[in-house]
């Protein structure tokens, strides 16, 4: 081999590994840029969970709820029937999430106080002075599914449209109300981080701590604490597409609502 020969092979080797080198880097900003620029909302979006606002401890597997949907694709639920927790424990079905991706994709912090700023303004008993805060963020920690099948939904809703059950169903449903059972939930730890400007008073700073864990509608982790926290909440919902109408012979289907 030449000592021409033997430089272009090295010369060509040195611009395959820059490229090789570039791939990945630009690689690497595209995952981050992406995760910078998706909700947690997005998330659950993508693997068909509507955002449970605010998350709760109610709405599992089962339950029927009358349904309060959001222009930003987020709902509330308002229980509709009292159920014995025994027959939703007997029929439901419990796993890890599902999808490694998934889970990789909720792990890590998100940072929400943009996200926030509204309920926070609407919940501050003073006017939240939001310029003292300089993030929120929050970590989902041991998330798993609930998840119930479409016999064991059905055969439920059967044994539970009954006398005091019917008629509060029925009466949401002739005030023009959508009630719908939920079929799977994505149960978690929230774990919510306040990281305030250096200047707050230490009053201002309890004040503040006050307004946003009123506006989550959870507690405080501990007195004087910048941690906010809830445990085994529900925070992602499934909501079984069939939806509860009124029987008989005009009746219509309905249907409820499912992640975009």
């Not at 030449?2 to 880097?25: C, D, M, N, Q, W």
């Not at 509204?118 to 970590?139: D, E, M, P, Y």
């Not at 006050?210 to 959870?218: H, T």
């Amino acid at each position: 081999m030449t000592a021409e020969g033997g430089e272009k092979r090295l010369y060509v080797k040195r611009v395959l590994s820059f490229i090789a080198g570039a791939a990945v880097v630009a690689g690497a900003f595209m995952v981050w840029f992406h995760r910078s620029e998706t909700t947690l909302k997005d998330i659950l979006a993508e693997d068909g969970y509507l955002e449970l606002v605010p998350p709760s401890e109610f709405h599992g597997p089962g339950t029927l709820n009358t349904v309060e949907a959001f222009e930003d694709g987020s709902i509330r639920l308002l229980p509709t029937c009292e159920i014995d927790q025994a027959l939703l424990s007997a029929r439901r079905r419990e796993s890890r999430t599902h999808d490694q991706e998934f889970e990789e994709r909720l792990s890590g912090s998100f940072d929400v106080k943009a996200e926030l700023a509204q309920k926070l303004q609407a919940a501050s008993s003073n006017g939240l002075n939001l310029g003292a805060i300089k993030s929120i963020t929050v970590r989902l920690e041991n998330t798993k599914i609930l998840t119930m099948s479409d016999e064991a939904l059905f055969s439920l809703r059967n044994d539970l449209l009954v006398n005091n059950c019917a008629a509060a169903v029925s009466i949401n449903l002739g005030a023009g109300g959508l009630v719908c059972q939920s079929q799977s939930v994505l149960q978690t730890d929230m774990i919510y981080e306040v990281v305030l400007e250096e200047q707050v008073s230490v009053e201002q700073k309890m004040q503040i701590l006050r307004d946003v864990s009123g506006a989550l509608e959870l507690d405080l982790a501990r007195e004087g604490s910048n941690r906010i926290q809830g445990k085994s909440l529900f925070y992602g919902v499934k909501l079984n597409r069939h939806g509860v109408f009124k029987p008989g012979p005009d009746a219509i289907p309905v249907e409820c609502p499912i992640a975009q």
